[in-house]
């Protein structure tokens, strides 16, 4: 009954496209556009620690925006990347709402949008956590990410796609067990090309902390995403758009250590193996199927300060009931996949999404319409470990897992895989989220009626101080 209610109810099923298939004969269109996003001034950074600890000192290479546009028939889908940590479901939804006022047509026609973050730790505080975001540069962050989807609508032309799957042992550890990244050490890219074959755009996904300028670094930067997308666009053309894989677990290796030198280094050797792949790619025959659809999932919250955090109206706020909605996306181009999960998931659900779905190519898009810590599969959960001190829930990995799974099975024609989510485990971890989202609310009500009382009291006490006349001093006889 548990998950009746939670996976087929509570996870209401939104086709963002119309009924039926389209036409095999309907060109894929493309089109893509960068604006940048650097900050006016000094911000907080976001990324390192918690509290407003690291102040910008200037700019060590801009932010930038970049947004790929793919129409077939009817359907439209917006595939945007940031240069920032994160951000919440509120802002993607504020600027899908935005796009949604200054596009013409109804609601039904308007776009789809994915707003992914490629989770640079050295771009400005778009989360709350670390000094906050000023408002005037948040609002010119939203009117950028719009122009830029305008841009790229306006740009679309007929496209081929390309794909290749980039090997790149050596380059990134786990930093769970200190090994070598694992299934994750490899990049996978999407190209697409006019029919005159001009690159229009690339896509590239890989799976990495953007970490290398380091925590001691006070210049605003995109860090290694942004050199790869910077180097591949200088090479080739077109756009290059960076989307953070399965990286919850993976940490970069460099040789160079860290800093700006090394985040430039590793950026542009890593460009230049995708490049290389891509460079003896032929394009697939025949026309690709897009098609796409979106799910919301809600998910139980057992880690106390993250819902401590929502009730004080940080982390977006919106924990009810012991619950959270997110979304989670299934994008399908041909024989390509790109999954988006909200979240950093650990290297074991990107290795398991590819089991589940091979031969495919599979890109994960994490960090995608919002922003809910670590996603860890609930094989791999250790109570007292780094990534699952900043998780949701024991089941929170696994519940998304499913659900993007199974909207990629309802694309691809075939049955979903067996769920990994247990039953049991749902059903007590939704009572374990409820049971602590009233406990805290009564906790921080306990707190403030104490703080009140205490005002209160101190008030009273002034008063009757200030009330009290002033005694004479006695005369010596």
Do not use: C
Request: hydrophobic fraction near 45%.
């Amino acid at each position: 009954m548990m998950r009746a209610v939670l996976v087929v109810i509570g996870m209401a099923l939104l086709l963002t496209r119309p009924a039926g298939a389209a036409p095999a004969e309907d060109e894929l269109l493309a089109g893509a556009a960068r604006r940048p996003i650097t900050p006016e001034g000094r911000v907080w950074l976001a990324g390192h620690g918690l509290g407003p600890l690291r102040r910008s000192r200037g700019v060590g290479h801009e932010l930038y925006v970049r947004a790929l546009v793919l129409s077939q028939g009817e359907r439209t889908l917006v595939l945007v990347s940031v240069d920032l940590l994160g951000l919440f479901r509120e802002e993607a939804r504020s600027i899908s709402t935005m796009l949604a006022d200054r596009l013409p047509g109804d609601a039904e026609s308007m776009p789809a949008v994915i707003l992914a973050a490629t989770h640079t730790h050295s771009g400005p505080d778009s989360l709350g956590f670390w000094g906050g975001w000023d408002r005037a540069d948040r609002d010119r962050f939203r009117e950028q990410v719009l122009a830029a989807i305008e841009e790229a609508l306006a740009a679309r032309r007929p496209a081929r796609l390309l794909r290749a799957v980039v090997p790149v042992a050596t380059r990134t550890r786990s930093r769970r067990d200190g090994g070598p990244g694992g299934d994750e050490q490899y990049a996978a890219a999407l190209r697409f090309q006019g029919k005159d074959g001009e690159v229009l755009a690339t896509l590239v996904a890989f799976a990495a902390h953007p970490t290398l300028l380091g925590a001691d670094g006070r210049l605003l930067g995109p860090d290694f995403p942004g050199h790869l997308a910077a180097r591949m666009e200088a090479r080739s053309g077109g756009v290059a758009l960076y989307v953070t894989g399965a990286a919850g677990d993976i940490v970069p290796h460099s040789p160079r250590g860290r800093g700006s030198e090394a985040s430039l280094s590793y950026g542009e050797s890593l460009a230049d193996l995708v490049e290389a792949a891509l460079g003896v790619t032929r394009p697939d025959p025949g026309v690709p199927l897009l098609d796409f659809v979106r799910q919301e999932v809600a998910v139980p919250v057992t880690n106390w300060p993250f819902t401590a955090l929502s009730e004080l109206g940080m982390a977006g706020g919106r924990i009810a009931g012991g619950l959270v909605a997110t979304e989670v996306w299934a994008v399908r181009l041909g024989d390509a996949y790109l999954l988006t999960l909200p979240g950093e998931p650990l290297a074991g659900i990107g290795r398991h999404l590819r089991q589940q779905l091979h031969p495919a190519t599979i890109v994960v898009v994490g960090l995608a319409n919002d922003l809910l810590g670590y996603l860890v599969p609930g094989d791999e959960w250790r109570p007292q470990g780094d990534e699952e001190r900043m998780a949701l829930s024991p089941v929170a990995g696994d519940l998304l897992t499913d659900a993007v799974l199974a909207l990629a099975s309802e694309l691809a024609g075939t049955p979903p895989p067996a769920l990994r989510t247990d039953d049991a485990a749902l059903a007590q971890a939704t009572r374990e989220a409820r049971r602590l989202h009233t406990a805290v609310r009564v906790a921080i009500m306990a707190v403030l009626l104490v703080m009140l009382v205490g005002i209160a009291l101190a008030m009273a006490t002034r008063r009757a101080v200030s009330r009290t006349p002033a005694r004479s001093p006695r005369r010596s006889p």
